[in-house]
């Protein structure tokens, strides 16, 4: 299920993150929602994500 706004997002990526990053974590995850059947796959690649800007 890919987040259509950051508003959409789950709390800990809300409460944790600056908005920037939640801008770069929500892509992340839609892009891997769109390459992955795994959920568990689109999370990680979302944190990943965040974790190297």
Do not use: C, G
């Amino acid at each position: 299920m890919p987040y259509d706004n950051l508003s959409d997002l789950p709390d800990a990526v809300k409460d944790n993150l600056p908005k920037h990053a939640q801008e770069i974590f929500r892509a992340a995850f839609n892009s891997a929602s769109e390459q992955y059947d795994d959920e568990s796959r689109w999370f990680a690649t979302a944190w990943a994500a965040v974790e190297n800007v």
